[in-house]
């Protein structure tokens, strides 16, 4: 990034991000966020997955700075030096998840997802699901609590704590991992080739309701979801020097 790029500044609402909002907009000079280069984002990380799906598919980079929680997506808050902070900064491009999920009525729709998509049972009946690579049948039933494919970036998340494996940024990788499988009881999950196609039947669908998520969508009573890599939607995100995304994805394997 240039010192000369445009800032717009955007923040989650809450009083600790709106405070900062302010402090920040009597200090610089920022554009209206359709005019920028570089979006600051303020807030937590569900605020930054926020900000990067109202842009999707637009050329612009966000820089985000913690006024949330946890902040794995954000860099710290310091209210001095930003133009130059993002000047200095690493641009790391995220290739999200895209999901088309049919209903059992026969409905379509598209979800996007920087984390993961996610498949889970909607009742106190276990999810049962057929999942298929390029066309080819891999596990004829998984019965199950459910199912997440993550993204890199995302394997950090849900997937970790479903006890997925972490993948570094350029493993050129996706995973797929079972949320509380019941059988068969040692899958444990898979890695798939990035440029893959994943589809999940939702067998007996009628009796053991699915809902698929992406991020904070979520489409009720799926009867299939289709999921493949999202190349042409990548995602440019900032961070300080020395606290990259791929960096702190390294260290979370030995958290």
Not at 61 to 80: E, K
Not at 168 to 176: F, H, I, K, S, V
Not at 206 to 225: L, N
Request: glycine share 10%; with cysteine.
């Amino acid at each position: 990034m240039t010192e000369r790029d445009r800032l717009a500044c955007v923040h989650s609402g809450s009083p600790v991000a709106s405070a900062a909002h302010d402090e920040l907009t009597g200090r610089y000079g920022f554009v209206p966020v359709e005019d920028a280069d570089v979006i600051v984002a303020l807030g937590g990380d569900g605020f930054m997955l926020h900000t990067l799906h109202e842009h999707l598919g637009r050329d612009v980079a966000v820089f985000g700075m913690n006024r949330g929680t946890v902040g794995f997506l954000m860099n710290g808050y310091d209210p001095d030096g930003l133009v130059e902070r993002v000047g200095a900064a690493r641009e790391e491009r995220i290739a999200p998840l895209r999901a088309q999920a049919t209903t059992v009525d026969g409905r379509r729709e598209e979800l996007v997802a920087v984390n993961e998509v996610s498949l889970i049972r909607a009742s106190v009946q276990a999810a049962n699901l057929r999942i298929s690579i390029n066309d080819v049948e891999r596990l004829e039933r998984l019965i199950c609590d459910g199912l997440l494919c993550s993204t890199p970036a995302g394997s950090t998340a849900y997937n970790l704590s479903a006890r997925g494996p972490v993948l570094p940024l350029g493993a050129g990788l996706m995973t797929l991992t079972p949320v509380s499988p019941f059988r068969p009881r040692r899958w444990h999950g898979a890695l798939i080739p990035h440029d893959a196609r994943i589809s999940v039947e939702v067998l007996d669908a009628a009796k053991r309701p699915v809902a698929a998520g992406a991020d904070s969508r979520e489409v009720r009573d799926v009867a299939r979801v289709d999921i493949a890599e999202a190349g042409d939607l990548a995602i440019r995100v900032l961070f300080d020097p020395g606290h990259s995304l791929e960096e702190r994805i390294l260290a979370e394997q030995f958290a």
